[in-house]
């Protein structure tokens, strides 16, 4: 099985940058890719970075130029840079992956954006 650990998450202001990390373990992991998603109050749970195990990445519209994902292969953990934040961006982030052993959460990290 897989577990997902998530940290980095806290208080900031606006204009404020935090970087998120994700790790994963477990015995006789591939991921084949990783996903960072957040849920803020009210809202639904929406996608806000992937990165396949190639390097391929994509962002959603409204973090694009200000998030960054990242991922060490050797390490199993994905990284999300967020910078430029605003309150909008104030929600749970959750880490997602794909494995061998099927798709996992990780039990997401509380990001509050101050204005």
């Known amino acids: 099985q897989v577990q997902l650990v998530e940290s980095g998450g806290g208080l900031v202001q606006a204009g404020g940058s935090l970087r998120l990390s994700c790790a994963a373990s477990?015995?006789?992991?591939?991921?084949?890719?990783m996903v960072w998603y957040r849920q803020g109050p009210g809202k639904q749970r929406e996608l806000v970075a992937s990165i396949t195990n190639s390097g391929n990445t994509n962002y959603a519209d409204s973090v694009k130029g200000r998030f960054s994902i990242s991922r060490d292969n050797a390490l199993s953990t994905v990284y999300l840079q967020m910078n430029s934040l605003r309150p909008e961006d104030t929600a749970v982030y959750y880490c997602?992956?794909?494995?061998?052993?099927?798709?996992?959460w990780g039990q997401g990290t509380q990001v509050t954006v101050s204005s």
């Open positions: 477990g015995r006789d992991i591939s991921i084949y890719y």
């Open positions: 997602n992956a794909g494995t061998n052993w099927g798709t996992e």
